[in-house]
């Protein structure tokens, strides 16, 4: 006879947490390693990522993500991403903050804040204007991975995919990025966490985990 699983623990209001950095900062190796130890301790956990993260938005990821780092305006691209987010609240993450879930997402608003907000003009308050229309809504929690953009970049770069339209803005694209999210750990220090991501994976790993725990414990996990 097998012993039934407990089912994962929820939270009362469930919690949202983003992860952003420049390319190759560790987010993706991050979010990867705190949603298995959350995991590990019974929660429930919803890992999501940007752009994507719903059927009809990780078809907008491939549009905007692949081809000639030219393809699209920085306006245009403020439209797609935000369609994409649009559309990734309403299927998944709503949903799981509803029930209760801590949802892990890989970028969120502040990746459009940067990119499209900064790398091609001043553009930032045409994106905070159609946030707040469509989205409306900000993480609990974010982590900024700070990291040198020559080191950030040759990491992002060895993974080689099709994905590397931004990864194609090149290393004064990611200087200035990292300068940008800097700025954004000051401008939203409520919410922000800066991370040094140079240190070993285990390091950071511990780090972002004994933060997160801190937050949880503000909520009160029902036994
Ligand atoms: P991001 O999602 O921010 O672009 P990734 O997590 O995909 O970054 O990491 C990019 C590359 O760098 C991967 O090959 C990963 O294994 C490696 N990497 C991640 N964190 C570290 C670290 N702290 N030290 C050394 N290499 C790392
Ligand atoms: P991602 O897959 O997270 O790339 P990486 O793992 O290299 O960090 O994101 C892909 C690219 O999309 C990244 O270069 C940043 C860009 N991006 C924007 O320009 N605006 C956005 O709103 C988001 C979410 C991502």
């Not at 553009?123 to 080191?151: A, W």
């Not at 790993?205 to 036994?223: E, Y």
Request: charged fraction near 25%.
């Amino acid at each position: 006879m097998t012993a039934s699983r407990p089912s994962p623990l929820t939270l009362p209001s469930g919690l949202f947490i983003s992860f952003e950095g420049i390319d190759g900062s560790g987010k993706s190796t991050q979010i990867k390693l705190l949603a298995q130890a959350l995991r590990n301790e019974g929660l429930d956990v919803v890992l999501t990522r940007e752009p994507g993260g719903s059927t009809g938005a990780e078809e907008i990821r491939s549009l905007v993500l692949e081809g000639d780092p030219d393809r699209w305006s920085a306006e245009s691209e403020i439209l797609l991403f935000t369609a994409a987010r649009r559309d990734h609240l309403e299927k998944t993450i709503s949903p799981a903050i509803e029930a209760g879930k801590i949802v892990l997402c890989d970028r969120f608003a502040d990746s459009t804040r940067m990119y499209q907000g900064m790398s091609r003009g001043d553009l930032r308050t045409v994106v905070d204007q159609l946030h707040s229309l469509m989205i409306g809504r900000e993480p609990d929690l974010t982590f900024i991975i700070d990291m040198d953009p020559q080191v950030g970049l040759a990491r992002a770069k060895s993974r080689q995919t099709s994905e590397e339209r931004f990864e194609d803005f090149g290393e004064a694209l990611q200087a200035k990025m990292r300068a940008g999210f800097l700025g954004l750990a000051k401008e939203y220090p409520d919410r922000c966490i800066l991370i040094d991501g140079a240190r070993e994976i285990e390091l950071v790993a511990a780090d972002i985990l004994s933060q997160t725990q801190a937050k949880i414990a503000n909520h009160a996990v029902p036994s």
